[in-house]
């Protein structure tokens, strides 16, 4: 007996504690042992879609003349700013899918505030870099600026400079092109001058001084790099505010001449301060105008009574797959319910990590699939028991059993995942999220069937059965 099925024995354990733990936690957090912080700390609380818990369904569209073709990648864009936008909000969960040629289909299961996210979904999100001179200006401040009052807009850079700054951004930003000027009357407020805006950034990440401290390193595009080092050269130790629609979300102080188009924007960050503002910096303006066409609040048309019914089901469905298996398979039957158990467990497991928004076409993609989780095994003890009635020893029929049922296994799950795939692209295009849901726990079931026919199941089969002599209890296999 080798010591291999006992080791994969061991692994297996591991995944089933660490499968039990997800599945009865709602958060979870692992410390760092040596200075008590937080490595991992996430929710992993089970989340339902829109049809289980109701909120928000919201079509967007581009506001612009039906004329004009709008790029797919245009769409995409705008649909990954529009959801940091929304998750800005604390708006966790939310799906957004493009809907083409021109359309966003969004939801925000479980939203009790949709006026404020259909205002942030309506939002420009003009990024742009303004020159306070010597004025310091508190975060939160909204002021004028001159970009837009003239025609002549030449392109221009982006991104601040370094120095100490506290903020605490929460929103997504880039955009459009800067320019000059504009003069105060006595009675008119103060406009203050766009240096440049957001679309000259070529990348910005959240990185750490030399010192530990959390900041947040940019660059500029090449053609960006020259003016913003014109400017920089000319305005040491004064202020360059970061503006987002015109309210202020950073002001720090231009510390030295920035001639490489590369700095970094220093202060008294948190990790999440400094990745929001990150965020804000990456992602500004939307690259096309977008309205709002229909928004409705949307009730829990399946609710609570739905969800317990539906995991009733798939329990009664697993539970007679178990008795089937057990009563004409005997001995490896059993064993193989017992690798289903764990293939129920690790898929949960998966769907809270990922993590999965469930619907109900969701829940029945998983069902279904915990009915495909025996295919492999049927195949497999089916060429199990023609071995052992050639004559084989037990092992080698195990092992010939899996060799030569595998390329039916393969070819059936494997064309059932092209399928999965087909709906998941299907979902995707057209804005349906249902069949996007489906296909997406579907395929994922099979996947993790697969890991517990081939691993699972052999190493139970190996681990009790190397040491049973089959032709003192025929009975044990069903012969």
Same mark, same amino acid.
């Given at each position: 007996?080798? %010591? =291999?099925?006992?080791?994969?024995?061991?692994?297996?354990?591991?995944?089933?504690?660490?499968?039990?733990?997800?599945?009865? $936690?709602?958060?979870?957090?692992?410390?760092?042992?040596?200075?008590?912080?937080?490595? @991992?700390?996430?929710?992993?609380?089970?989340?339902?879609?829109?049809?289980?818990?109701?909120?928000?369904?919201?079509?967007?569209?581009?506001?612009?003349?039906?004329?004009?073709?709008?790029?797919?990648?245009?769409?995409? !864009?705008?649909?990954?700013?529009?959801?940091?936008?929304?998750?800005?909000?604390?708006?966790?969960?939310? @799906?957004?899918?493009?809907?083409?040629?021109?359309?966003?289909?969004?939801?925000? *299961?479980?939203?009790?505030?949709?006026?404020?996210?259909?205002? +942030?979904?309506?939002?420009?999100?003009?990024?742009?870099?303004?020159?306070?001179?010597?004025?310091? !200006?508190?975060?939160?401040?909204?002021?004028?600026?001159?970009?837009?009052?003239?025609?002549? @807009?030449?392109?221009?850079?982006?991104?601040?400079? /370094?120095?100490?700054?506290? $903020?605490?951004?929460?929103?997504?930003?880039?955009? #459009? &092109?800067?320019?000059?000027?504009?003069? *105060? #009357?006595?009675?008119?407020?103060?406009?203050?001058?766009? @240096?440049?805006?957001? /679309?000259?950034?070529?990348?910005?990440?959240?990185?750490? +001084? $030399?010192?530990?401290?959390?900041?947040?390193?940019?660059?500029?595009?090449?053609?960006?790099?020259?003016?913003?080092?014109?400017?920089t050269g000319a305005h040491v130790n004064q202020y360059l505010a970061i503006v987002l629609?015109? #309210?202020?979300?950073?002001? *720090?102080?231009?510390?030295?001449?920035?001639?490489?188009?590369?700095? !970094?924007?220093?202060?008294?960050?948190?990790?999440?301060?400094?990745?929001?503002?990150?965020?804000?910096?990456?992602?500004?303006?939307?690259?096309?105008?977008?309205?709002?066409?229909?928004?409705? /609040?949307?009730?829990?048309?399946?609710?609570?009574?739905?969800?317990?019914? +539906?995991?009733?089901?798939?329990?009664?469905?697993?539970?007679?797959?178990?008795?089937?298996?057990?009563?004409?398979?005997?001995?490896?039957?059993?064993?193989?319910?017992?690798?289903?158990?764990?293939?129920?467990?690790?898929?949960?497991?998966?769907?809270?990590?990922i993590p999965v928004v469930l619907t109900l076409p969701g829940i029945a993609g998983f069902?279904?699939?915990?009915?495909?989780?025996?295919?492999?095994?049927?195949?497999?003890?089916?060429?199990?028991?023609?071995?052992? =009635?050639?004559?084989?020893?037990?092992?080698?029929?195990?092992?010939?059993?899996?060799?030569?049922?595998? *390329?039916?296994?393969?070819?059936?799950?494997?064309?059932?995942?092209?399928?999965?795939?087909?709906?998941?692209?299907?979902?995707?295009?057209?804005?349906? $999220?249902?069949?996007?849901?489906?296909?997406?726990?579907?395929?994922?079931?099979?996947?993790?069937?697969?890991?517990?026919?081939?691993? !699972?199941?052999?190493?139970?089969?190996?681990? #009790?059965?190397?040491?049973?002599?089959? &032709?003192?209890?025929? %009975?044990?296999?069903?012969?």
């Amino acid at each position: 007996m080798t %010591r =291999r099925p006992y080791l994969m024995l061991v692994l297996i354990l591991i995944l089933v504690a660490f499968a039990l733990w997800i599945d009865l $936690s709602s958060q979870i957090t692992i410390i760092n042992p040596f200075n008590q912080t937080a490595l @991992v700390e996430r929710n992993v609380s089970a989340r339902l879609g829109l049809d289980l818990r109701g909120g928000l369904q919201t079509l967007l569209e581009a506001d612009l003349p039906a004329s004009t073709t709008v790029s797919q990648d245009d769409l995409n !864009v705008a649909r990954q700013i529009l959801e940091n936008r929304s998750n800005a909000l604390g708006v966790s969960e939310v @799906v957004m899918q493009v809907a083409p040629p021109r359309r966003i289909v969004a939801e925000f *299961p479980g939203i009790n505030n949709p006026d404020q996210v259909v205002a +942030s979904l309506q939002k420009t999100g003009l990024l742009e870099f303004v020159d306070m001179g010597s004025s310091p !200006v508190a975060d939160g401040t909204v002021i004028q600026t001159d970009f837009g009052l003239t025609s002549d @807009v030449p392109p221009t850079a982006t991104s601040a400079p /370094t120095e100490s700054t506290t $903020s605490q951004p929460t929103a997504t930003a880039t955009t #459009t &092109a800067a320019t000059p000027t504009a003069a *105060p #009357t006595d009675n008119a407020p103060k406009v203050y001058h766009t @240096v440049m805006t957001g /679309t000259a950034l070529d990348s910005v990440n959240v990185t750490q +001084s $030399s010192t530990g401290q959390n900041q947040i390193a940019f660059t500029l595009k090449a053609d960006s790099k020259q003016i913003f080092a014109d400017y920089t050269g000319a305005h040491v130790n004064q202020y360059l505010a970061i503006v987002l629609d015109k #309210t202020v979300i950073s002001a *720090p102080v231009i510390s030295t001449k920035i001639s490489d188009g590369s700095g !970094v924007i220093t202060g008294k960050f948190t990790v999440q301060a400094a990745n929001q503002l990150a965020i804000q910096l990456r992602y500004g303006s939307l690259p096309i105008p977008i309205k709002v066409v229909e928004s409705r /609040t949307v009730g829990p048309t399946l609710g609570q009574e739905s969800v317990q019914k +539906s995991l009733f089901a798939g329990i009664i469905g697993l539970l007679i797959v178990i008795l089937f298996m057990g009563f004409y398979y005997r001995l490896p039957g059993v064993l193989a319910d017992l690798a289903l158990i764990v293939y129920a467990l690790s898929s949960l497991m998966l769907f809270k990590v990922i993590p999965v928004v469930l619907t109900l076409p969701g829940i029945a993609g998983f069902i279904l699939s915990i009915g495909m989780a025996v295919d492999a095994n049927i195949l497999i003890f089916e060429r199990l028991k023609e071995e052992l =009635r050639a004559g084989r020893t037990l092992r080698q029929a195990i092992d010939l059993g899996w060799s030569r049922a595998w *390329p039916s296994i393969r070819d059936s799950n494997f064309s059932t995942l092209i399928t999965c795939g087909i709906l998941y692209w299907f979902g995707n295009a057209f804005g349906a $999220s249902l069949v996007k849901g489906f296909s997406l726990t579907l395929a994922l079931g099979v996947v993790v069937s697969l890991f517990t026919a081939i691993t !699972v199941t052999r190493t139970f089969l190996h681990v #009790t059965l190397d040491n049973i002599k089959t &032709a003192e209890h025929p %009975r044990w296999f069903g012969l």
